[in-house]
């Protein structure tokens, strides 16, 4: 239930699982919407991010306060449509800086149908998310009755256990995307972010996308030179059938996971995945390479980790998290398989993980 917005001037609610209401003013459009509260703490990048397809079913909570001060361009979509149920700010400028021009914040929710909430005190909505832990939650621009909004979130679908890539409006068909390089790749699309494509492409790959549904025989025939696991969003337990199909190519070519696209590595290779109480989404986390002791400051995005201790002999963690020690990479040794948690394309964030697309393509030399 979606209309035009009324110019930031009424009031919206957030009521939290756990029993908790803030108010602030509407955004986007009037409505009510439902989903997992999670922050994210990037100070910029908010158009990548609404467009991330990893953010399906999940209401955002921008813990930076100005949102919205530069306009949206085509070329800073991830994808073709908004994949977040919600979106909340703690300040939306009516006013844009572009050479271009371009939507507001709030003209840009609107135009892709997105219930949102600014004038509201994100700060305290972040500490309540990383006290509890992520919540169902429901945003509200249309009723004011407490107990029933509450009740609403209690009933939204829970995260763990979800089979998001499945619900996902992306193209089924298999596509080669131009202009084609000359290093042939396949990618298993489960959601993916148009950086991580065009961070291929830009390599010389040309890159053949195959549904997630793909059998690994049908990635195989196309002779690729390796297979590149995607993002997604979701509970990766959740996949069976892509985790045998990514076990069927392990040993056959060389892999490289990304995001959700680690998880089912660590999957196939027989590890364990469990959910984190509020994950890491932000554009400023520290990881340690144990291989070698750098630091690289990266870009994440994710609710679910890859649990080190479950991992198989000849499967070992190659990266973690300096905040928390969670995992952040895995190497199947001898396979010519490894992934990283975290995204090297960042989009928002910082670049200075994007050496890991090198590091494929050194693998994929090596087997040829």
């Known amino acids: 239930m979606v209309g035009p917005s ?32 999670v922050f994210n703490t990037s100070h910029a990048g908010y158009q990548e991010i609404l467009t991330d397809p990893s953010y399906k079913r999940q209401i955002i909570c921008m813990a930076f306060p100005p949102m919205g001060n530069y306009s949206f361009t085509e070329d800073a979509a991830e994808s073709g449509g908004v994949h977040v149920a919600g979106f909340i700010v703690a300040d939306s400028s009516r006013v844009t800086s572009h050479g271009r021009g371009g939507l507001t914040l709030d003209e840009y929710l609107r135009r892709h149908n ?59 068909a298999i596509r080669v995307v131009p202009p ?41 025939a196309s002779m690729p030179a390796g297979v590149l696991l995607s993002n997604g969003p979701g509970d990766p337990a959740a996949l069976p059938g892509i985790v045998t199909e ?17 998880q089912l590595l660590g ?15 932000g554009g400023n986390h520290p990881v340690l390479d144990l291989r070698t002791n750098a630091i690289v400051i990266t870009s994440q995005n994710h609710g679910f980790a890859v649990d080190v201790d479950s991992l198989p002999e000849g499967t070992i963690a190659t990266e973690t998290n300096l905040y928390d020690g969670t995992n952040e990479g895995i190497e ?27 590091r494929f393509l050194e693998m994929v030399g090596k087997h040829a």
């Open 267 to 281: 999957l196939a290779a027989g590890g364990k995945t469990y959910k984190l109480p509020f994950g890491h989404r």
């Open 180 to 220: 084609g390089g000359k290093i042939p790749f396949a990618l298993l699309e489960c959601g993916v972010k148009q950086g991580i494509v065009d961070s291929l492409v830009r390599r010389d790959c040309r890159v053949t996308i195959f549904p997630s549904d793909s059998k690994a025989q049908d990635l195989l």
């Open 114 to 172: 997105v219930v949102g909430m600014t004038g509201v005190d994100t700060r305290a909505i972040v500490r309540r998310v990383r006290t509890r832990g992520a919540m169902r939650a429901v945003i509200s621009s249309v009723s004011n009755d407490p107990a029933a909004l509450v009740n609403r979130a209690r009933g939204a679908s829970a995260m763990a256990g979800a089979d998001l890539v499945r619900e996902l409006e992306h193209d089924r």
């Open 246 to 262: 990514v076990r069927a190519l392990i040993g056959k070519v060389p892999i490289f996971g990304i995001c959700l696209g680690h």
């Open 332 to 358: 199947l040794v001898g396979r010519q398989a490894f992934s990283v948690q975290y995204h090297p394309e960042a989009r928002p964030g910082p670049l200075e993980s994007a050496e890991r697309f090198e």
């Open 6 to 37: 009324p110019q930031l001037n009424s009031s919206a609610f957030l009521a939290l699982e756990d029993g908790s209401l803030f108010r602030g003013l509407t955004l986007g459009c009037v409505g009510e919407t439902e989903g997992e509260l």
